[in-house]
C-alpha cells in the first residue's frame, strides 16, 4: 500500500540511511530550475533524479538499481505532478518494494515554506528545450532576457546532420573551427579569434551549443553514441576558454529539443559575422593546460591528472583510435573511466543523454581520490570526454579544472615520455 507523507514526517526521514528520496521531475527541474514558477528551484537534499519520463524505457529497472535504490529501502516520491507521482510509486510497487511512501506538498508547503534545497551550482549553463525555445521566440524566458543568443548546433565534418534538422535559427559549426586536426588541441587565439568573427561571436554572446548523438561509422542518428553532443561540449570548453562570458549547452542535445516536440528546421541559416570578438584570447588560460603543466600536475600533491578514458584503453589493450598507434596510460593519472570505449561517455550520462546527477558524479570521483581540493586536469585521447568531465566538474562549481588539451595523443607521440600498460599496482 502506498502512504502519503505530511511535511514534518518527511523532516523526520530526510536523514536516515534507509531512506531514498525520488524526485520524478524533468531532471532539470532538479538541477535547479524553476519550471512551473515556483519561487525557488532545486531539489530537496539527497533527493536522487529519476524523471518520470524514464518510466518509458525498457531498462527503467535497471536504472533504478544503478541508482541504489533497492527493495530494502523505504522510498519517498515527490514531483510537480500527482498522477507521475502516483505513476512511478505504482511501478516501485509491482517492482516488490513494500515500504513506499508518496509527498504531494513540494512546491506549496517545501519549497514556498523556505526549506532547504540543493540545485546543481551552475544550473542556468545547462539549459532545457522549453527555455530555449522562448529564448529564440521572445528573447526573454525564466525571468532572463538575452538580447542576443547565438545557438550553435557542432558537428565534426558533417554539415548533413545540421541540413537533416536543426533547432530553428541555429547555424552550425565544424568543430575543426576551433581545434586543429593536426594536433586535436585548440586552435592559436588568433584562429579562435578569426573563428568566433566567422560565426557572429563576441564574448558578450551568449552561445547556446547543443549536437546530435551520431554512431561514429555513419551520418545517422544513433542513441547508444554520446560522439555528437561530446563536440558540442567540446568548443563549450574551449568558448569558456577564449573568454565568451555567456556559454550555456542544451542539456541532452538535439534529442532533449526532439523528445519536447518543439519545431525542427531544415533552413540553412547564414552566419552573421562580426567586426571584433572584443577581448584578448584567453580569458581565462587556467582553464587548459599543456603537456608541460601536466607534468607538473604530476610531480604536485595538490593537483591530478584524471583519464576520462575506457577501461580498455587505460590499461592499454587499446589505444581507442584509429589514428593512434601507442597503447597505454600516463603514469600517475587517475582513472576517471567514460564507459564502454572512446566514443561514449555512459558513466557522465543519463539514460537519455542529460547530464548526470551531480552527487552521483561526485560520488563516483570520491571513491578514487578525485576531489575539489585539488587542481584536475580532465583529459582523454584527444580531448572530446576530457572536455565533458570538465564540464561537468565546473557546472558543479568545483574551484581548479581544467582539461589537458594534449591527451594520450600527444603525449604517445613523444618517445621520451613515459608511460605504463596493464592494470595499475595497488599501493
Known amino acids: 500500500m502506498i502512504k502519503k507523507l505530511t511535511t514534518k514526517q518527511l523532516q523526520e526521514l530526510l536523514y536516515i540511511e534507509n531512506v531514498r528520496l525520488i524526485d520524478t521531475r524533468p531532471v532539470d527541474a532538479y538541477n535547479g530550475w524553476p519550471m512551473k514558477n515556483e519561487s525557488a528551484g532545486g531539489h530537496i537534499p539527497n533527493a536522487k533524479s529519476l524523471p518520470h519520463k524514464w518510466t518509458h524505457y525498457m531498462d527503467w529497472i535497471e536504472v533504478v538499481r544503478h541508482k541504489d535504490i533497492a527493495p530494502h529501502h523505504s522510498l519517498v516520491i515527490y514531483g510537480y505532478d500527482e498522477k507521475e507521482v502516483a505513476e512511478v510509486a505504482e511501478l516501485f510497487v509491482k517492482g516488490e518494494y513494500e515500504d513506499v511512501y508518496v509527498y504531494h506538498e513540494f512546491i506549496d508547503e517545501w519549497i514556498e515554506g523556505g526549506l532547504p534545497l540543493e540545485t546543481l551550482k551552475r544550473f542556468d549553463r545547462l539549459v532545457y528545450p522549453q527555455w530555449l525555445n522562448s529564448i529564440i521566440n521572445d ?49 592559436s587565439p588568433e584562429e579562435l579569434k578569426l573563428a568566433f568573427e566567422h560565426h557572429g561571436i563576441t564574448a558578450n554572446s551568449t552561445v547556446v551549443l547543443y549536437g546530435k548523438y551520431m554512431h561514429p561509422d555513419n551520418d545517422s542518428d544513433f542513441p547508444g553514441s554520446a560522439a555528437g ?54 580569458q581565462y588560460p587556467e582553464l587548459f593546460v599543456d603537456t608541460d603543466e601536466a607534468k607538473e600536475m604530476l610531480a604536485s600533491d595538490n593537483a591530478d591528472l584524471v583519464s576520462v578514458r575506457s577501461w580498455p584503453e587505460f590499461i592499454g589493450e587499446v589505444s581507442g583510435y584509429n589514428y593512434i598507434e601507442k597503447t597505454g596510460r600516463i603514469p600517475g593519472a587517475i582513472f576517471g573511466n567514460c564507459g564502454t570505449d572512446a566514443y561514449h561517455m555512459e558513466n557522465y550520462r543519463n539514460v537519455d543523454h542529460t547530464v548526470r546527477e551531480a552527487q552521483e558524479v561526485e560520488a563516483i570521483w570520491q571513491e578514487v581520490n578525485i576531489i575539489p581540493d585539488k587542481h584536475l586536469a580532465f583529459y582523454c585521447g584527444t580531448g572530446w570526454r576530457g572536455s565533458e568531465a570538465f564540464f561537468n566538474a565546473w557546472l558543479m562549481g568545483w574551484p581548479r579544472v581544467s582539461v589537458y588539451d594534449g591527451g594520450w595523443f600527444e603525449w604517445s607521440n613523444n618517445p621520451n615520455n613515459p608511460y605504463e600498460v596493464g592494470a595499475p599496482k595497488l599501493v
Not at 558540442?232 to 534529442?255: E, H, P, S, T
Open 229 to 282: 553532443h561530446l563536440g558540442a561540449i567540446r568548443c563549450a570548453a574551449i568558448m569558456l576558454y577564449a573568454g565568451v562570458k555567456d556559454v550555456r549547452v542544451l542539456n541532452g542535445g538535439f534529442q532533449s529539443w526532439k523528445d519536447a516536440g518543439l519545431p525542427i528546421s531544415t533552413n540553412d541559416v547564414a552566419k552573421q559575422a562580426v567586426l571584433d570578438f572584443g577581448v584578448e584570447i584567453p
Open 139 to 187: 528573447g526573454s524566458s525564466e525571468g532572463t532576457t538575452i538580447e542576443r543568443v547565438v545557438v550553435v548546433h557542432a558537428h565534426y565534418r558533417n554539415r548533413d546532420a545540421y541540413l537533416s534538422g536543426h533547432i530553428p535559427g541555429a547555424i552550425d559549426m565544424d568543430t575543426l573551427a576551433l581545434e586543429s586536426p593536426e594536433t586535436w588541441n585548440r586552435r
